[in-house]
């Protein structure tokens, strides 16, 4: 079925939702931090949806005492699902599967698998938030020899499973389920998983419960403390709201993590660093200036001269975008050595 078929089909039930208004999409704010508790909190900034244009305002506070980011006030898990809704699957997949099976992706994840490879050799490895499993696939091929069972949300996992990028697929919340695999695997791992939860406390001691004595998890991150997100402000793609609820401080997680009964033996940001802050930023920026893209939760489809006009625009701007993009590419050597890098990697043992 064509997009404008697809989006036309979707139009009615958006626009029933919308019609309640966004304010229920949000739990009450806080008034302290959901990492440490303390009450010195400052507004970052105020933002919207970045990427996909539904409705809405999100605000970023920061924890003056811990460093601690958050999303204040919160979705609620009706929220959660509003804004997750066709991203990750309906009319996002195909975007969504793309951009994980891209080259530049797999080099990343091959990256991440040898990173643990030089601390163990696991014989069973849970991806936690796999979506399609892409990570397991190319891990193989670092590990032929360990088993990659996948977990997430949505029926993405299953899809991995059918497709043989992972063994065995959990459905669900990993708080929930952690209980059932309790010692079951050498290795855990969250890629860019951490920050979309309500409470990353929890998913670390899940992490904990998941693995055997001797296990490790390995976790990937934005960094709250990038200079580019400084630099960047609310255009910095890391912050990617509204689905970031929590950006965790380096320091911070380390020190959560030998609380919970880890020793820390990496925690690095240079191999962490993902090379497209700048050509992001780029097109958030001009992406403002053009005229509305069609998609559902728009009351209407836009007219013909604006689907030209927005049509001309975007293929005008490529070559520009492209010399960003390569600009990012070479800047990547120097910025991933200094605190400019936008993410970071630690990997910890579990004791015992």
Same mark, same amino acid.
């Given at each position: 079925?064509?997009?404008?078929?697809?989006? #036309?089909?979707?139009?009615?039930?958006?626009?029933?939702?919308?019609?309640?208004g966004?304010?229920?999409?949000?739990?009450?704010?806080?008034?302290?931090?959901?990492?440490?508790?303390?009450?010195?909190?400052r507004?970052? !900034?105020?933002?919207?949806?970045?990427?996909?244009?539904?409705?809405?305002?999100?605000?970023?506070? @920061?924890?003056?005492?811990?460093?601690?980011?958050?999303?204040?006030?919160?979705?609620s898990?009706?929220?959660?699902?509003?804004?997750?809704?066709? !991203?990750?699957? &309906? *009319?996002?997949?195909?975007?969504?599967?793309? =951009?994980?099976?891209?080259?530049?992706?797999?080099? $990343? !994840?091959?990256?991440?698998? +040898?990173?643990?490879? +030089?601390?163990?050799?696991?014989?069973?490895?849970?991806?936690?938030?796999?979506?399609?499993? /892409?990570?397991?696939?190319?891990?193989?091929e670092?590990?032929?020899?360990?088993?990659?069972?996948? *977990?997430? =949300? &949505?029926? #993405?996992?299953?899809?991995?499973?059918?497709?043989?990028?992972?063994?065995?697929a959990?459905?669900?919340?990993?708080?929930?389920?952690? @209980?059932?695999?309790?010692?079951?695997?050498?290795?855990?791992?969250?890629?860019?998983?951490?920050?979309?939860?309500?409470?990353? /406390?929890?998913?670390?001691a %899940?992490?904990?419960? %998941?693995?055997?004595?001797?296990?490790?998890?390995?976790?990937?991150?934005?960094?709250?403390?990038?200079? #580019?997100?400084?630099?960047?402000?609310?255009?910095?793609?890391?912050?990617?709201?509204?689905?970031h609820?929590?950006?965790?401080?380096?320091?911070?997680?380390?020190?959560?993590?030998r609380?919970?009964?880890?020793?820390? @033996?990496?925690? @690095? $940001?240079?191999?962490?660093?993902?090379?497209?802050?700048?050509?992001? %930023?780029?097109? !958030?920026?001009?992406?403002?200036? *053009?005229?509305?893209?069609?998609?559902?939760?728009?009351?209407?489809?836009?007219?013909?001269?604006?689907?030209?006009? $927005?049509f001309?625009?975007?293929?005008?701007?490529?070559?520009?975008?492209?010399?960003?993009?390569?600009?990012?590419? *070479?800047?990547?050597?120097?910025? +991933?050595?200094?605190?400019?890098?936008?993410?970071?990697?630690?990997?910890? $043992? +579990?004791? &015992?």
């Amino acid at each position: 079925m064509p997009d404008s078929e697809r989006i #036309s089909g979707l139009r009615p039930s958006y626009q029933e939702e919308l019609a309640r208004g966004t304010a229920r999409f949000f739990l009450p704010p806080r008034t302290d931090c959901p990492w440490c508790l303390g009450r010195d909190l400052r507004r970052k !900034f105020r933002t919207t949806d970045l990427i996909q244009g539904k409705p809405g305002h999100f605000v970023l506070d @920061e924890c003056r005492g811990c460093g601690h980011v958050f999303q204040n006030p919160r979705l609620s898990q009706e929220g959660l699902d509003f804004y997750y809704r066709d !991203f990750y699957d &309906g *009319l996002g997949a195909e975007t969504t599967a793309k =951009m994980f099976e891209g080259n530049g992706s797999r080099k $990343r !994840f091959r990256r991440s698998a +040898r990173a643990l490879r +030089r601390v163990a050799a696991p014989r069973r490895w849970l991806d936690v938030g796999t979506s399609l499993g /892409h990570f397991c696939a190319a891990a193989k091929e670092v590990l032929p020899d360990t088993r990659f069972d996948g *977990l997430d =949300m &949505g029926e #993405s996992v299953e899809v991995a499973a059918k497709e043989g990028r992972v063994e065995e697929a959990y459905r669900g919340l990993f708080v929930e389920l952690a @209980e059932e695999m309790a010692g079951r695997y050498d290795a855990v791992s969250m890629f860019h998983y951490l920050e979309h939860t309500p409470d990353p /406390h929890r998913e670390l001691a %899940a992490a904990h419960t %998941a693995l055997a004595p001797g296990g490790r998890l390995l976790i990937e991150v934005p960094d709250p403390e990038s200079l #580019s997100g400084r630099l960047l402000g609310r255009r910095w793609l890391p912050w990617f709201q509204p689905q970031h609820l929590n950006m965790v401080p380096m320091g911070n997680l380390c020190a959560r993590l030998r609380e919970l009964g880890f020793t820390v @033996e990496v925690a @690095e $940001r240079r191999d962490a660093h993902i090379p497209a802050d700048l050509v992001c %930023a780029a097109w !958030f920026l001009f992406d403002r200036l *053009l005229p509305r893209d069609d998609a559902p939760w728009r009351p209407r489809r836009p007219g013909p001269a604006a689907r030209a006009a $927005r049509f001309t625009l975007v293929w005008a701007a490529v070559p520009g975008l492209v010399a960003v993009f390569a600009l990012d590419q *070479l800047l990547n050597p120097l910025l +991933r050595r200094t605190r400019f890098s936008n993410a970071y990697r630690v990997i910890a $043992r +579990r004791d &015992g």
